[in-house]
């Protein structure tokens, strides 16, 4: 028996799930080990900050609820969920797909259904807006049938999950685009928000002195037979914290500025924006499943 | 705003937690993320894989209870706490202090006090051993009053925080040791065991084919006023799984060999094993701390 020093430590926890039977569980497991192992090495790692990260991990884990996931906004945080969602259109958006966005902790399957044009609002208050375009092809031909699903908070910056009553939906709901593709949505303008500060994660951000705010945005997913599903968000350009995003999902090409008297919008009276999104057939070599972070289905209850 | 690409999104987030006041957090969590960035890349890890492991993360957190302390079950796996441990000793160790080994997850504050050769078996029953010798300062001179903590499984493999009532103590306590240093523990011959195999990290090390199993060990905890405390065990060197630790935990040093006959013993009818325990003073540099990782104190309830 050699015995182990902090190199071949690393070698020896390698050795040991060398005969991982899934080659990718294999691939991602060794790479994860020696990538922890180079941070532990490179700070010097002592017990006593070890066991910080063991009682913060913890915690982190045992602030998830079905309606919270501390740990996707631990991620979120540390820029790991942009970076994933960089990589994933990178190597599987085809041509001049809609740019993604992060899904965030906050989707909910099942919202309810709503008709081109009806407000999302159905108890929040607030000035309203709208977001109308087409759902479009890679040739610019509108998508029938596309769904449109949109979340996003409320005027005062809270979802509905952060209500008293999360059983309770609102400002969510799902469309259907027409034979032409086109939808309309009325909603709120959304506020933007600081993330979470309750939890361990909100507390690491206060010791980093962030500002744990993001602009304001409208979660979309958008999806139709055939097509690779969208997840993507717009951005309200006139926020303070525009170039500042705590979770770093914001993109250039998905930041919106509303405006007021477009003929083209269902009440043109109402602040509106026009945003086509453009959706792409799924490849053939497409691995990227539904990134469906539903809080319900991911933390025990 | 620029756009952030895969490489881009890493100096964001490191350049948001520029502000840290605290500079070792700020070095720690620079470096953190860009290792899991790192990995992230090397992998190319896509939203499905990405999910499945905040899900895992989110299991392993909310497997922790006030007996179980799943997270630092995680990091003995992945060779981390042995790599932590390695480098403490390598920074803080003096002359020729015995070495460390890990903690573990079954620690437990306020274990009962024993007399000089008194048996810490109250309640299991099995193959009897005794252990004894001296703490030793660093010329070798006897250390008395020190406090000798032992805990360990018993003749069936399972610690007593595993048993029907984790309330009930069993198979740990503490010794002083007497004017001359010396101590002696009389036990039952622990059996090697399997790690908890029911919770996440028991799922991936199956996963992984790995035989899950630790060689049977004592663990001691030894400290005396102004000395550095001593985490470390002493391992049964006829284990079939001596060689092949899941946790790592294993030094040549630390390998130990029951024999009868030996005459120091308080019983030598009883296999026994003297064993002397180097501690080192205090160093001025040294900065680990109790590395007291109790569960009840580390999991919420």
């Not at 259904?113 to 208050?125: L, M, N, P, V």
């Not at 005062?156 to 949505?185: C, F, S």
Request: include cysteine.
């Amino acid at each position: 028996m050699a015995d182990l020093n902090e190199h071949t430590v690393t070698d020896a926890a390698v050795a040991q799930m060398a005969n991982t039977p899934d080659p990718r569980l294999r691939e991602i497991m060794e790479s994860l080990t020696r990538h922890l192992h180079a941070f532990a090495r490179e700070v010097k790692l002592t017990p006593t900050e070890w066991l910080a990260g063991i009682d913060f991990l913890t915690r982190v884990g045992q602030a998830c609820t079905p309606y919270r996931q501390e740990f996707i906004l631990l991620s979120d945080t540390l820029g790991l969920s942009r970076l994933v969602n960089v990589m994933d259109d990178r190597e599987n958006r085809v041509g001049e797909a809609t740019e993604t966005s992060l899904l965030g902790p906050f989707y909910r399957e099942n919202s309810p259904r709503f008709e081109y044009g009806q407000s999302i609002a159905t108890r929040a208050k607030g000035p309203e807006m709208i977001m109308f375009g087409k759902v479009v092809d890679e040739a610019g031909n509108g998508v029938p049938n596309a769904i449109v699903e949109v979340w996003q908070t409320d005027a005062e910056g809270a979802y509905d999950l952060q209500a008293n009553d999360p059983e309770v939906m609102d400002m969510r709901g799902q469309y259907r685009t027409d034979a032409e593709g086109r939808y309309a949505i009325r909603t709120l303008i959304p506020l933007g928000y600081s993330i979470p500060m309750d939890g361990p994660v909100g507390e690491l951000v206060r010791k980093q002195q962030r500002h744990g705010f993001r602009p304001a945005h409208i979660h979309m997913l958008i999806g139709a037979e055939g097509y690779r599903e969208l997840v993507t968000a717009l951005y309200l350009g006139n926020d303070p914290n525009i170039d500042s995003d705590t979770v770093f999902g914001v993109s250039e090409s998905l930041v919106v500025n509303l405006a007021t008297g477009l003929n083209e919008s269902p009440d043109p009276s109402v602040p509106s924006v026009r945003y086509d999104f453009q959706i792409a057939k799924r490849a053939a070599h497409d691995k990227s499943g539904r990134v469906g972070a539903d809080p319900s289905k991911i933390a025990a209850e």
